[in-house]
């Protein structure tokens, strides 16, 4: 009896056992589950955001590389392009029979300027001496210059710039030193803008009286300078006289300007008869002082009046 009763109580202890066993293991199993859950959450989250990030960045950078590109073609200057592309030949701009009246010994005797770019720059210059023996000489001069600005991003567009160019040097042409009785007025010449300047000039050779056509025609300019004087004891020519013919030369040289680029007939490939000249015939013709063209950036100078006869006024220097 005793014995028995020893048996069960070794079974039961037995029981406890397993069963304190069973409880730990499962509590065992249930710590190990509830550590693997946030690993398992801490990775699904570290990839999600992993990925997340990417496609941010990327699309960031896509985003960026968009705006990069608008802010540059938004960036980039328009300028309006230049209307004349090219310049006609300087000694062709006036017809032979206008040359014959204002400069009739030197009508087929044009010098052209020095220019590194005819395209862009040009000019040309004649000079004619009619000596009338005991009453004296009448002495013309006349140059034409011409000016072409090209649109550019930096300086802006060529109508602009030949704008700027045209008004220094109309106010050039006003404040020759030493010039008297200056008159400005707008110029009988085809173009946008165009404005005649005379003054006089007395020399010791004689009284001066010179004549400035400045005119502009989209973004080209055109100087025309003419001037005249009696000599040894001639009389002077008429202002009005030499004004007029000077716009009649300025009108033609405009339409050759227009007429290179593909607009007009052109106006100065005339070769009609000569018509009543504002000149009278000489037997010889005398040096003068040409206005000269450079291949540096434009620069306008005053009109300048020849020191010694028969040396005329160059135009405005370009």
Known sequence: ??????????????????????????????????????????????????????????????????????????????????????????????????????????????????????????????????????????????????????????????????????????????????????????????GDEATSVRYDLKKSEGAFKQQTVVVRVENVVLTLDYNGAGLAGDKTPSAETLTKAAEKAAKEAVAAVRSANGEGDGGGSDSSTTSPSPSESASSTPKATPSKSSSATPKATATKAAAAAPKASASAKS
């Open 1 to 190: 009896m005793q014995r028995r009763a020893q048996r069960d109580g070794q079974f039961d202890q037995r029981e406890q056992r397993a069963e304190r066993v069973k409880r730990a293991g499962g509590l065992n199993r249930l710590l190990a589950a509830a550590v693997a859950v946030p690993v398992m959450l801490m990775a699904a989250g570290c990839s999600s955001d992993s990925g997340s990030g990417g496609d941010a960045k990327d699309a960031g950078a896509s985003v960026g590389a968009g705006s990069g590109t608008d802010s540059a073609a938004s960036a980039a200057p328009t300028v309006q392009a230049a209307a004349y592309k090219t310049l006609p030949e300087a000694c062709a701009v006036v017809s032979k029979k206008t040359l014959t009246e204002l400069v009739p010994k030197g009508a087929a005797k044009g010098k052209e300027g020095t220019s590194s770019d005819t395209a862009a720059r040009a000019s040309c210059s004649w000079s004619s001496l009619a000596n009338n023996g005991v009453k004296g000489s009448q002495f013309r001069w006349l140059n034409v210059s011409l000016l072409r600005f090209e649109s550019d991003a930096t300086t802006g567009d060529g109508e602009s710039q030949a704008k700027t160019y045209y008004a220094k040097q109309v106010k050039d042409a006003q404040a020759v030193s030493g010039a008297k009785n200056v008159k400005s007025a707008p110029a009988a010449a085809t």
